[in-house]
């Protein structure tokens, strides 16, 4: 059973309740769960890695965090993130605490066959992608990252008899990508030398070929099941819609952009599946979702779909100002600042994708577990 396609409108001293029971109610009836889920992405699964790093964008501070257990993690949300309701629906995190970022001083302290999160706000597919901005872990280094832990620090650990049970451990594992958005900002933004380079089908297009690169390097480094989300519609972000006024609910323009390479990922997708052996690729289409969500928000159970849940502060980044009080409706609103969703949005997506139908194609998480 997925997610429900509606919320109720939660009063304030109900939300917090409600979140938490959701996040552990969630169905966990499938055949088998995979041994481990790693995670690569940017802002959206950031669990807190840019904390560790020089760089401006960090969210360590208040309002983040309202809902989420531990207060202000560097998770760019109110509470959870799509990647941590995965981890604790999976029955090997359901009864364990949802892992440290990678970049985290303990995070490899403890033995770990679990899964790790390298996902970094601002970082893109390309390594420039979120530069100006500070340090971050592009997605080629995010892989390297992973590369390290599957030659170094997995087979350290002793927990594997042989070479061969590891890479069946990784060939079983899922592998979740979420990246490209930062790249298309960068590529809008004045002075910057992509969009000079080129025109948006050319730009789509290269960015999907490096995305495709960079899953070739994880499967040559052991993972086989893949989950790769498409790019979210950027012209219906608040940030957008304030700073580009358009005529329409949404920027359409701007999600034109981003559909060229939502297009040509389904292609890229097929083909690497075609070419690399034993590989399983899934497709998170959250775009057309959130895309539906925002122009009738009630009709899927929210009541705002185009103000941001919190106050902005003044570094551009759309973050919101330290110290503020957020709203109090945020179990009904869609964005909590100006560029990144509420935690029920992250829910209904996340749910919708682990085992629900259409939203992750041609399977769900859960059927990409039992594949063998």
Request: proline share 7%.
């Amino acid at each position: 059973m997925a997610v429900t396609t509606t919320m109720p409108l939660l009063y304030p001293s109900l939300f917090f309740f409600f979140s938490l029971f959701f996040r552990q109610s969630q169905a966990r009836a499938h055949p088998r769960d995979a041994p481990a889920m790693y995670v690569f992405g940017d802002s959206v699964m950031d669990p807190g890695n840019n904390i560790f790093l020089e760089t401006h964008v960090k969210v360590n501070f208040t309002p983040y965090g309202v809902d989420f257990p531990a207060g202000p993690t560097g998770r760019f949300t109110n509470g959870y993130t799509i990647a941590d309701f995965w981890y604790t629906w999976f029955g090997v995190r359901s009864k364990e605490p949802i892992p440290l970022p990678y970049m985290h001083p303990l995070s490899r302290q403890k033995p770990n066959t679990k899964g790790f999160n390298y996902a970094s706000g601002t970082a893109g597919i390309f390594p420039d992608t979120g530069s100006t901005l500070g340090k971050n872990l592009p997605l080629g280094q995010q892989v390297k990252l992973f590369g390290d832990t599957a030659q170094q620090y997995l087979p350290s650990l002793g927990a594997y008899k042989n070479k061969a049970k590891l890479s069946q451990a990784l060939s079983e594992s899922i592998f979740v990508v979420c990246m490209g958005g930062n790249d298309y900002i960068n590529y809008l933004q004045p002075g910057f030398n992509t969009s000079k380079l080129y025109n948006p089908q050319q730009f789509g297009e290269f960015l999907v070929n490096e995305l495709g690169n960079h899953l070739q390097d994880l499967y040559k480094v052991g993972a086989r099941k893949f989950v790769v989300f498409e790019i979210a519609p950027l012209g219906c972000l608040p940030d957008f819609i304030d700073k580009t006024k358009p005529s329409t609910l949404c920027n359409e323009k701007i999600n034109g952009f981003v559909s060229i390479f939502n297009k040509n990922l389904g292609v890229k997708l097929n083909k690497l599946k075609s070419m690399l052996d034993g590989s399983t690729f899934v497709t998170a289409k959250a775009y057309q979702l959130i895309y539906d969500i925002v122009h009738n928000p009630l009709h899927h159970g929210f009541a705002d779909a185009r103000y941001p849940c919190c106050a902005s502060g003044s570094n551009g980044t759309g973050d919101c100002k330290p110290g503020t009080v957020p709203c109090r409706n945020r179990g009904s609103r869609v964005f909590w600042d100006t560029v990144h969703p509420t935690e029920v949005l992250y829910r209904r997506i996340a749910g919708d994708c682990f085992n629900g139908k259409g939203l992750c194609t041609p399977m769900n998480i859960v059927q990409l577990a039992g594949e063998r």
